[in-house]
């Protein structure tokens, strides 16, 4: 079982930045991928960003150039900078975690981002 802990959702304005957090816990595998993806009210869950433990990113296309995903190993934590936030980068944000080896996968519960003025 991997357990994860998400933090630093809010309210921001337009053009404003906010980090994201997600500390893993538990059997936390050698080769695993982290990352995040959203919902937004009324529509389907999105990839936002992935990360590898071999440090592979990769990007929606709609947040490229804006976010970065990062993870410091030591810590099992991936990170989520977001820059330049637009109203419809709102919605609730849930990491994620898979195990490349076994091919199990959880989530976190979820922080809501709102973009608004």
């Known amino acids: 079982q991997v357990q994860l802990v998400e933090s630093g959702g809010g309210l921001v304005q337009p053009g404003g930045s906010l980090r994201l957090s997600c500390a893993a816990s538990g059997s936390i595998s050698s080769n695993n991928a982290m990352g995040w993806s959203r919902q937004a009210p009324g529509k389907q869950r999105e990839l936002v960003a992935r990360i590898r433990s071999s440090g592979y990113t990769n990007y929606a296309d709609s947040v490229k150039g804006r976010f970065t995903i990062s993870r410091d190993n030591a810590k099992n934590t991936v990170y989520l900078q977001m820059n330049s936030l637009k109203p419809e980068d709102t919605a609730v944000y849930y990491c994620?975690?898979?195990?490349?080896?076994?091919?199990?996968?959880?989530w976190g519960k979820g922080t809501l981002v709102t973009v608004s003025s």
């Open positions: 994620s975690y898979s195990d490349l080896l076994n091919g199990m996968g959880y």
